[in-house]
């Protein structure tokens, strides 16, 4: 596990029925694209957020394929309209492996 | 060093040379549009790409992709090092098939968005971004 990287993501908790949604979404990561140098002229190795997804209640809402060229902690912003209460799941796919998971609970009311 | 006319002919020669060079990044460009539409045609249609005009530094700059109907966008900075800079698949929970996020840029540089509508076309967008200070 990559040492502090925190998901963030902002939405409503209640939403009327079929009302759209706006959603929201960062993670801390320096996205080290691989073409920096250190100071003693070696290449940095590449260490980004390679993929994220977000889902609710199991249905796919964006799926993100994502290089270097994202910036450092990564931002997506996008809209689903929900036309029932349950949870969105968040993942961010690390090119170490780790999987970064934020689900948040919405309601239709 | 005195410069024969066969020096200069090889200077001019270097110089066109080297005058096509971007064309490189572009051809990288151009290899990744082929894999995303495998050689299909790409026409006009409803999608806007929303960048600004000119930024100071290519680290963080702001992009929207708003592609209606599409179910794939690809979205290339043609001079970066890596033209590729991410694809988003659109699933059926999204209310309007719009996209918000942040890229970096190396250069002052064209930015394509290639959407695949869900009947089949594909359809481009492209805008320029300028930088006015070296990353």
């Known amino acids: 596990m990559a040492l502090g990287v925190i ?7 209640s939403v009327a029925i079929g009302e759209t949604v706006v959603l929201k979404t ?17 290449v940095i190795p ?17 799926d993100v394929k994502m290089e270097a060229a994202i910036a450092q902690n990564p931002y997506f912003e996008f809209t689903a309209v929900v036309h029932e209460s349950g949870t969105f799941t968040f993942r961010w796919y690390d090119d170490d492996g780790d ?3 934020e689900t948040k609970d919405i309601a239709v009311v | 060093m005195k410069l024969t006319r ?12 080297a005058s096509l060079l971007p064309t490189r990044a572009s051809s990288a460009s151009a290899d990744a549009i082929a894999e995303f539409t ?19 530094v290519g680290a963080e700059v702001p992009i929207q992709i708003t592609a209606t109907g599409a179910v794939c966008v690809l979205v290339l900075a043609t001079e970066n090092p890596r033209p590729n800079v991410a694809t988003f698949s659109f699933g059926p929970m999204l209310s309007a098939q719009t996209v918000t996020t942040r890229i970096r840029l190396s250069k002052t540089q064209d930015i394509i ?4 509508m869900d009947d089949g076309r594909f359809v481009k967008s492209q ?8 990353l």
């Open chain 2, 113 to 116: 968005a290639i959407a695949k």
């Open chain 1, 46 to 62: 590449r260490s980004i957020i390679n993929r994220f997804s977000c889902d609710f209640n199991d249905q796919p809402v964006i």
């Open chain 2, 38 to 56: 495998h050689g299909a045609e790409i026409g006009l249609g409803d999608m806007t790409l929303h960048v600004p005009s000119k930024v100071s």
């Open chain 1, 26 to 42: 960062s993670i801390t990561h320096p996205m080290e694209s691989g073409l920096r140098k250190d100071s003693n002229g070696k």
């Open chain 1, 99 to 101: 999987i970064y998971v």
């Open chain 1, 7 to 13: 998901p963030h993501v902002d939405l409503p908790q």
């Open chain 2, 6 to 17: 066969r020096d200069a002919l090889t200077l001019g020669l270097g110089a066109t040379a």
């Open chain 2, 127 to 134: 805008s320029k971004v300028a930088i006015t200070q070296d």
